[in-house]
């Protein structure tokens, strides 16, 4: 039969369709690791190979690798043992009837010689997928999901997934590290992460700088590291170093990255912060220093707690000893030593006392309890540690720990029943000076941070603690205790 030019254009068209046909019938394999518990240890004596052992329920498997020929012993119907060699290896596995599917293996020379990786190859499912909500701290970044790179930018919102886990590599700009992380997908639902990146840092060195500096990138406080040594975000930053009297150094500088930049504060021309002429009709305008310039520090404060007894306090002892409102108020001077240490010593009114429960109406009828109202001067003697870790972010939590002189000024007793005051009068046996012990922990919270003061104000909230260590009575062993939460504000 003479084959016409029409009859080989049917022909053709038949093969391709046929083709066509074929090829949106490949299904896809899927490769997953076989748990150890259900497989039986593979050794491995090869000293340079390791062995991938693949399970398939598809027949005539084939397998290709990057790294050229590969070996593989067929070892029983739907078992294979490819050998890998040390290295990157990609391997391509081919089924009739299905997409090819790669796979890659990182071998190392330095592991155990005794491998196994075991992975197995079966007929398709139905894919399992889930949604994917994507964000940034700063937003705008390029993703790179496994080996593709994804047209959008964060946020990336709506995604579909395949369910399970994904890597993801974040770029943003040069001032940020990259991101590169692994994240979970959800059967049917949708995943929510946010991502933020780290700004890359360098390190600024202050050569020939005075002792107890604070150092200033554009605007922010920096904590040192090291003596002299500050972490800093890299690129052109604007360096201020200053200490409690004056301004020492200003100047833009670049940071690069994990880098070191050495900077020479040697003070040259001192100038105070802020000048102030002296009243005179020829003379020279003289500087003075300015409240900011001082490291003494001035504050104000105020606060309520509870005071009460502790030991005998009446030749007819009570039978319950309850507290009583109590209050401390005064103001404080900050003499800062370094970053760490300052002394404060304080001037206080306290009232503290306490509330005694009878039973028999030991003072008469009806008379049921008697309150002792006390009130001191106060002069704590106070050492101040701070801890900067968090001074950045404008928090800085401290410890007081001290001596505490008191002056009685006032001792009353007032006997009541029922909170009826029957009798009240002048308390004759207190003692008119003792001494106490004071802790207290709080935090200062810096305000103005960022002004172009050098030592920005800052309140201060403390719980505080105290006891006197002699008695506050002349014929008994009685000492005074007070609990009380101080707020204060220093200038």
């Known amino acids: 039969m003479k084959i016409t030019p029409r009859i080989l254009s049917i022909i053709t068209s038949f093969l391709f369709i046929s083709l066509g046909l074929q090829a949106q019938e490949l299904k896809e394999m899927q490769i997953f690791e076989i748990p150890a518990a259900q497989t039986k240890p593979v050794v491995v004596l090869e000293r340079d190979e390791a062995i991938l052992v693949v399970h398939t329920t598809l027949p005539n498997m084939s397998f290709d690798s990057n790294l050229g020929i590969i070996k593989v012993d067929p070892i029983a119907s739907g078992i294979y043992h ?280 030991p003072y008469g009828p009806y008379a049921d309890n008697i309150d002792h109202q006390l009130v001191y001067l106060e002069m704590p003697l106070l050492a101040k540690f701070s801890l900067t870790l968090w001074e950045q972010s404008g928090v800085r939590p401290f410890l007081l720990l001290g001596a505490v002189p008191a002056l009685n000024l006032s001792a009353r007793y007032e006997i009541k029943n029922e909170g009826e005051v029957l009798v009240s009068g002048d308390l004759s046996n207190q003692n008119k000076f003792n001494v106490g012990a004071v802790s207290s922990a709080g935090m200062d919270i810096l305000v103005n941070r960022r002004s172009d003061t050098v030592h920005p104000g800052y309140f201060s909230i403390e719980l505080r603690t105290q006891q006197t260590l002699t008695s506050t009575m002349s014929d008994y062993e009685t000492h005074n205790t007070l609990v009380c939460v101080i707020f204060g504000y220093f200038f």
């Open 82 to 361: 490819l050998h890998l060699s040390p290295g990157t290896n990609i391997i391509t596995f081919q089924a009739p009837g299905y997409l090819a599917r790669q796979e890659r293996y990182n071998i190392d020379r330095k592991q155990s010689k005794q491998i196994k990786i075991i992975q197995a190859v079966t007929p398709p499912s139905p894919p399992v997928t889930g949604r994917l909500n994507l964000r940034t701290r700063p937003g705008g970044a390029a993703i790179l999901w496994g080996d593709s790179l994804l047209v959008a930018k964060t946020p990336y919102y709506n995604s579909l997934f395949r369910a399970g886990s994904h890597r993801f590599r974040l770029t943003l700009n040069d001032n940020y590290l990259p991101l590169d992380t692994i994240l979970s997908v959800r059967k049917d639902s949708t995943t929510e992460s946010t991502l933020v990146f780290v700004r890359k840092s360098g390190y600024i060195e202050l050569v020939k700088a005075p002792p107890d500096v604070d150092v200033y990138a554009n605007g922010q406080l920096l904590i040192p590291i090291v003596e002299n040594v500050f972490s800093c975000p890299t690129g052109l930053v604007s360096l201020e170093v200053k200490t409690a009297e004056r301004d020492i150094f200003a100047q833009d500088i670049t940071v690069r990255y994990n880098e070191t930049t050495k900077v020479d504060v040697k003070p040259k021309i001192l100038e105070p912060l802020e000048k102030t002429p002296l009243p005179s009709h020829n003379g020279p305008k003289l500087p003075v220093r300015t409240r900011n310039s001082s490291s003494v520090r001035f504050g104000i404060k105020a606060g309520l707690g509870f005071a009460r007894y502790e030991g005998n306090n009446t030749p007819l002892p009570a039978d319950e000893i309850n507290r009583v409102l109590g209050f401390a108020t005064g103001f404080a001077l900050n003499y800062r030593l370094s970053r760490i240490v300052s002394l404060q010593p304080e001037f206080l009114v306290t009232k503290q006392g306490a509330q005694l429960m009878y039973s028999g109406n």
